[in-house]
């Protein structure tokens, strides 16, 4: 049994920081892991990739395409970029925020979010839309989306790890006077599945 994931967004949304939390979490309950990521000019808005495998015993920790049990997408271009990594009856959670890429020939195409949401919808067996950014603007601090969408992750019936162990990394890996924020967003980006 091994669950892959692939981490997908752009730098300074945090992807590092979650998937090191889910990785953490996956170990506290006695998976065995592996991961790696593609940064690429992540310090300058570009693309991040993680990918991240769990199971029993994990050789390796590149996804190959068409294995990927879940795409978190923490942006829709960047989501939709990974779609064909994602395994036929596999699983998106996108954070609906559409970044448009600087690059002139990507800025200049007619793609929107509904567009690129159209075309998650049609590959992916299973989509969990999450407004991200909606939600950490309510609880006051845009940088918590990263953990809203943990807690979605946490909430699918594929996942391996345990939400108390993902809250205890949380705990583990963040300021202290941040963890009650970051704990609040988790429950509520796990709320987003589980009511949705």
Not at 56 to 67: C, R, Y
Not at 73 to 94: C, H, N, Q, W, Y
Not at 103 to 131: G, M, N, P
Not at 183 to 194: D, P
Request: net charge negative; aromatic share 4%; with cysteine.
């Amino acid at each position: 049994m091994v669950l892959n994931i692939v981490f997908s967004g752009i730098g300074g949304q945090g992807i590092v920081v979650a998937s090191d939390i889910f990785c953490e979490a996956a170990l506290m309950d006695g998976w065995d892991v592996a991961k790696a990521e593609v940064h690429g000019m992540a310090q300058r808005g570009g693309s991040i990739v993680a990918h991240v495998r769990v199971g029993e015993k994990v050789q390796a920790p590149l996804i190959e395409k068409g294995t990927a049990d879940v795409i978190l997408g923490f942006e829709l271009l960047e989501a939709a970029r990974v779609l064909p990594m994602l395994s036929k009856d596999g699983t998106v959670i996108v954070n609906t925020k559409y970044i448009a890429p600087s690059t002139s020939a990507a800025a200049s195409s007619d793609l929107d979010d509904q567009k690129i949401l159209d075309i998650i919808r049609d590959r992916a067996q299973k989509v969990h839309e999450i407004d991200g950014l909606g939600i950490a603007t309510k609880l006051g601090n845009i940088l918590v989306v990263n953990t809203i969408l943990l807690g979605a992750l946490s909430a699918i019936p594929k996942n391996l790890v345990k939400p108390e162990s993902l809250e205890t990394a949380i705990s583990g890996r963040l300021k202290q006077k941040y963890v009650p924020l970051n704990l609040e967003a988790f429950k509520m980006g796990r709320n987003q599945v589980e009511l949705g």
